[in-house]
Nanobody, 122 residues
Framework: QVQLVESGGGLVQAGGSLSLSCAASGRTFRTYHMGWFRQAPGKEREFVARITWNGEFMYYADSVKGRFTISRDNAKNTVYLQMNNLKPEDTAVYYC???????????????WGQGTQVTVSS
């Protein structure tokens, strides 16, 4: 069992930066691949970024590539999402999730956090 709690969301102007954190409970955190997803009002939840259990490989959605960076610290049971050059279209609730599969499909993630709101003003 893994419990996930996101933090770091907020309101920022276009072009600004935010850093999200996702703290996990449980000693099995380091065995899971981790992902970040987002969901805007009226839209489906979409993949943002993912990272392997050991932090060796990362993968990004085209819409955030070059602007967002995912990382993790297994000693702290935490995964991060650094978001730079934010755009109004990045506005959404951001979720972290844990999976035993290396995938970007939300249905294959086993555990989810409650989400944190990111709002980018133009």
């Amino acid at each position: 069992q893994v419990q996930l709690v996101e933090s770091g969301g907020g309101l920022v102007q276009a072009g600004g930066s935010l850093s999200l954190s996702c703290a996990a409970s449980g000693r099995t955190f380091r065995t899971y691949h981790m992902g970040w997803f987002r969901q805007a009002p009226g839209k489906e939840r979409e993949f943002v970024a993912r990272i392997t259990w050991n932090g060796e490989f990362m993968y990004y959605a085209d819409s955030v590539k070059g602007r967002f960076t995912i990382s993790r610290d297994n000693a702290k049971n935490t995964v991060y999402l650094q978001m730079n050059n934010l755009k109004p279209e990045d506005t959404a609730v951001y979720y972290c999730a844990a999976s035993t599969a290396w995938t970007e499909r939300p249905t294959e993630y086993n555990y989810w956090g409650q989400g944190t709101q990111v709002t980018v003003s133009s």
